[in-house]
T-cell receptor
Framework: GQNIDQPTEMTATEGAIVQINCTYQ??????LFWYQQHAGEAPTFLSY????GLEEKGRFSSFLSRSKGYSYLLLKELQMKDSASYLC????????????FGAGTQVVVTP | DAMVIQNPRYQVTQFGKPVTLSCSQT?????MYWYQQKSSQAPKLLFH???????NEADTPDNFQSRRPNTSFCFLDIRSPGLGDAAMYLC??????????????FGPGTRLTVT
């Protein structure tokens, strides 16, 4: 199975940096997604890591260590619109892309 | 240029009255998923189709059924909704890795209320 652990909530001020950690245990692994979800809306794609290392995309970066079962999402220059839930989702190997979502980290950005 | 469409966006049904939620896609993806998401919880996969192959999650109640008549459409049937079935229902699609991508594209969701 896949056990996914990420913090429930994080608070930061506008312009700051926040790092959301995610640890996972899986019997088969084929990469890891991060999705953003605003309240009452559908999840939207942020990043996908399949190899170890850091992927940077504008203000958002995502890191993966397969050997450690660990990923993080880094949000820089926080804006009020970044207040949302961030979902960590490993892809199960040989499952046609079946995702197992973590419970999500609610990020609250304050002025 | 909507890619994954769900109708209706809001659905109210009575306790025990069957209800059907619909999803359509213009991406020609092989895989379609149905998730249930309750407030402040992660999306929970109910089942998915790879083409016409149906895959049910072990803990999905029998009350939930699905149909996929063609590549573009997929339906979620709730035979006898209970109060505990009130949730957001999300449809998603992916190519299942065929183009080296496992990204799932989500529809806007249908919020189901059971009275």
């Amino acid at each position: 199975g896949q056990n996914i652990d990420q913090p429930t909530e994080m608070t930061a001020t506008e312009g700051a940096i926040v790092q959301i950690n995610c640890t996972y245990q899986t019997s088969g692994f084929n990469g890891l997604f991060w999705y953003q979800q605003h309240a009452g809306e559908a999840p939207t794609f942020l990043s996908y890591n399949v190899l170890d290392g850091l992927e940077e995309k504008g203000r958002f970066s995502s890191f993966l260590s397969r050997s450690k079962g660990y990923s993080y999402l880094l949000l820089k220059e926080l804006q009020m619109k970044d207040s949302a839930s961030y979902l960590c989702a490993p892809v199960k190997e040989d499952s046609w892309g079946k995702l197992q979502f973590g419970a999500g980290t609610q990020v609250v950005v304050t002025p | 240029d909507a890619m994954v469409i769900q109708n209706p966006r809001y659905q109210v049904t009575q306790f025990g009255k069957p209800v059907t939620l619909s999803c359509s896609q213009t991406l020609n993806h092989n895989v379609m998923y149905w998730y249930q998401q309750k407030s402040s919880q992660a999306p929970k996969l109910l089942f998915h189709y790879y083409d016409k192959d149906f895959n049910n999650e072990a803990d999905t109640p029998d009350n939930f059924q699905s149909r996929r008549p063609n590549t573009s459409f997929c339906f979620l049937d709730i035979r006898s909704p209970g109060l505990g079935d009130a949730a957001m229902y999300l449809c998603a699609t992916s190519s299942g890795g065929q183009d080296s991508s496992y990204e799932q594209y989500f529809g806007p969701g249908t919020r189901l209320t059971v009275t």
